[in-house]
């Protein structure tokens, strides 16, 4: 074969090779083993020494033309390249936005707080304040200051963990009272919703650690009358204006006279169910006028004034409420009971 045909034949196959690869490499292979130093057409080259003067220049400008067609050639190819890439790239990267967006998990209130901070704003609407008082408590504050000595039988009314001789875990947020009558003068007008713990047995009633919200009213004037209509007015608003409220006489050492207050069942309307354990009522909190002796141990006069206080229990509030029959699910975190509550 002379040297013209094989030049011939390189192109050829040169330019058929070029319009079938499959990627960048490949290309790159079929560059390099026609167009490079150890190259097919480079072989040829260096045969030209064999040629004639004459033929010389005629098969170096051949040469010449081949090598360019070559490499123009691999630029289409490599252009063609490119494009297929981008292609491919776009169509990876396309965002459909007509696909829903990925829901994220919202969190929820704890029943326990829909309650509380419903209570909290029916009081604030009310003119009361919010407090806060220390869950480790000193026996004062908790027992003495609320007219129960040390010796009084009314400490087993509270089954109590002590963290001392003076410290104790608060078996009710009534112990907020004293601190807040210590610092403030009348008018008074107080909720203090927290835990409180009592050495109880777990059961479907009884937790050690459950939840209260106390209230004080202190002001020249305060009868039980404002008592009264204080909390009808709250069971009113939290359980729906025809919901019957009793008043059924108690004992508390730190009120005098002392109430427990009940609603009309809101599940039977007072016929009786297992929510009210057939009688009708569901028990809410217990209250009454402040005690005497409690005003004076906190420098208030009680000739010149008097007051009422009420202890709400929460979680009683909460599981009549939400038809709970455990008061244990309250503390178990069970994100399939939570759950239930998202959104309310
Ligand atoms: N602290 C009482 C309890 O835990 C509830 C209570 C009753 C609070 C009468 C009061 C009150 O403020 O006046 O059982």
């Known amino acids: 074969m002379s040297i013209r045909e094989q030049l011939e034949e390189i192109k050829q196959n040169g330019l058929r090779e070029l319009e079938n690869f499959a990627d960048a490499k490949e290309l790159d292979n079929i560059r390099v083993r026609y167009l490079g130093k150890k190259g097919e057409l480079t072989a040829i080259l260096k045969q030209m020494g064999k040629l004639s003067a004459e033929e010389r220049p005629v098969i170096g400008q051949i040469a010449n033309e081949v090598r360019q067609t070559l490499e123009a050639a691999v630029q289409k190819s490599l252009e063609t390249l490119k494009e297929k890439e981008m292609a491919l790239r776009l169509a990876k990267e396309t965002v459909d936005v007509t696909l829903p967006g990925e829901s994220k998990p919202l969190g929820g209130l704890h029943p326990l707080s829909i309650v509380q901070n419903e209570l909290i704003d029916i009081f604030q609407s009310m003119g009361f304040d919010i407090v806060d008082g220390p869950e480790v408590e ?164 009680p000739d010149v004034y008097s007051g009422f206080a009420f202890g709400i229990g929460l979680d009683r509030l909460t599981t009549t409420r939400y038809k709970i029959s455990d008061i244990r699910l309250l503390f178990e975190n069970d994100q399939r009971f939570l759950d239930q509550f998202q959104g309310r």
């Open 138 to 301: 000193t026996d004062y504050y908790c027992f003495e200051a609320l007219n129960v000595p040390k010796d009084h039988p009314a400490r087993d009314m509270q089954d109590t963990f002590y963290l001392g001789d003076n410290l104790l875990l608060r078996t009710q947020t009534s112990a907020a009272q004293a601190r807040v009558m210590e610092k403030r003068t009348p008018p008074i007008r107080i909720v203090c919703p927290g835990r409180v713990y009592r050495a109880d047995e777990v059961d479907a009633t009884h937790s050690p650690v459950f939840h209260q919200m106390e209230g004080l009213v202190v002001d020249k004037g305060i009868t039980m009358c404002d008592l009264k209509g204080c909390l009808e007015q709250f069971a009113h608003e939290i359980y729906g204006p025809e919901t019957k409220v009793r008043f059924r006489p108690s004992f508390f050492p730190f009120t005098e006279p002392s109430v427990e207050v009940d609603v009309s069942c809101s599940e039977c309307g007072g016929k009786g169910c297992r929510i009210c354990k057939g009688t009708g009522w569901i028990e809410i909190l217990g209250a009454g006028m402040v005690h005497p002796n409690v005003l004076r141990g906190c420098g208030i006069d």
